[in-house]
Nanobody, 124 residues
């Protein structure tokens, strides 16, 4: 069973960059689609970006398109989220999640396995 571990969060000023990583610590090497979501207290988890199992298909929320880039290195069982031009409204806990569906889904209920999250804080 896949065990996802996120890292790379932190505190940056607006306009800065961070790169999040999501590692399958069990090294299952299963063909999962991976999604990145974010959540602030009191709000629902929000889709940020997703990538299919071989990297051929990606999806972005409108709010991050052009600023964030998702990629994966299956040899390292790792998915990355490069976040540039960060804004204060990007502040949230970021989660990665795995799905066995055939397409990249934007709804959280399609994802079966979740990491513990990593905090991203962007100050103005």
């Amino acid at each position: 069973q896949v065990q996802l571990v996120e890292s790379g969060g932190g505190s940056v000023q607006a306009g800065g960059s961070l790169r999040l990583s999501c590692v399958d610590s069990e090294r299952t090497n299963r063909p999962y689609n991976i999604g990145w979501f974010r959540q602030v207290p009191g709000e629902e988890r929000q889709f940020v970006s997703g990538i299919n199992w071989n990297g051929a298909s990606v999806s972005y929320a409108d709010s991050v398109r052009g600023r964030f880039t998702i990629s994966r290195d299956n040899a390292r069982d790792t998915v990355y989220l490069q976040m540039n031009y960060l804004r204060p409204e990007d502040t949230a806990t970021y989660f990665c999640a795995a799905s066995t569906d055939v397409v990249v889904r934007t709804a959280a209920e399609w994802y079966s396995f979740w990491g513990q999250g990593t905090q991203v804080t962007v100050s103005s």
